[in-house]
């Protein structure tokens, strides 16, 4: 069995200051994890993903996420926050047969204030 | 670019009429997948399609049906549509097996159920 959870709902945060979005898994397996943004009114794009290389991993619009096996985390970050980054943003968990896609954590919901 | 297009962004249906939600991707993608997503609940997965006229549950099938009839098209149906399926509807497809594969999105079709 896996499951995910990402232990704030809301974070709110000034425009040039750093993002931390904070995600837990769990996983049976040795996991695939990844990180989905969200937009308003548009579907999932993929930020970034590990699948077991660098446990650093660097993804688009300059967001990264470290891999911690020992604290079973997957937080993502962001050294600088930009009005575009606000958006919803879903860490998600993998098996690595995929076989039942993905499981969704439920969410945390950026707002970057001016 | 991989294209997936859900053709109803926005519908309002009465309790008992029956819904089509069609989903088109033109990436030649084995795997389909359609998701419900609610405010604080995450995506949760309704039903997949491997191949043409394949179909698998996902963790939510109760109320739903699915159609793959060709690769390209993957159809969510609700025969008797009830308040509670008041949702955002997400379509995803993806290329081969494994855990690691990105899931393409689209933007969603929101239904409102009177």
């Known amino acids: 069995a896996q499951s995910v959870t990402q232990l704030d709902s809301h974070v709110s945060v000034s425009e040039g200051t750093p993002v931390l979005l904070r995600c837990n898994y769990s996983?049976?397996?040795?996991?695939?994890l990844f990180w989905y943004v969200q937009h308003p009114n548009k579907g999932l794009q993929l930020l970034l993903k590990?699948?077991?290389?660098?446990?650093l991993v660097k993804g688009i619009n300059g967001f990264e996420a470290e891999f911690k096996k020992s604290e079973t985390s997957f937080h993502l970050t962001k050294p600088s926050a930009h009005m575009s980054d606000a958006a919803e943003y879903f860490c998600?968990?993998?098996?690595?047969?995929?076989?039942?896609?993905?499981?969704f954590g439920s969410g945390t919901r950026l707002q970057v204030q001016p | 670019d991989v294209k997936v297009t859900q053709s109803s962004r926005y519908l309002v249906k009465r309790t008992g009429e029956k819904v089509f939600l069609e989903c088109v991707q033109d990436?030649?993608?084995?795997?389909m997948f359609w998701y419900r997503q609610d405010p604080g609940l995450g995506l949760r997965l309704i039903y997949f399609?491997?191949?043409?006229?394949?179909?698998e549950k996902g963790d939510i099938p109760e109320g739903y049906s699915v159609s793959r009839e060709k690769k390209e098209r993957f159809s969510l149906i609700l025969e008797s549509a009830s308040t509670n399926q008041t949702s955002m509807y997400l379509c995803?497809?993806?290329?081969?097996?494994?855990?690691?594969?990105?899931?393409?999105f689209g933007e969603g079709s929101r239904l409102t159920v009177l």
């Open positions: 995803a497809s993806t290329r081969g097996q494994g855990g690691h594969r990105e899931l393409f």
């Open positions: 996983s049976s397996y040795s996991p695939s």
């Open positions: 590990y699948t077991s290389a660098a446990t």
């Open positions: 998600v968990v993998s098996d690595r047969t995929g076989r039942r896609a993905l499981t």
């Open positions: 990436m030649d993608h084995e795997n």
């Open positions: 399609s491997y191949d043409v006229k394949m179909k």
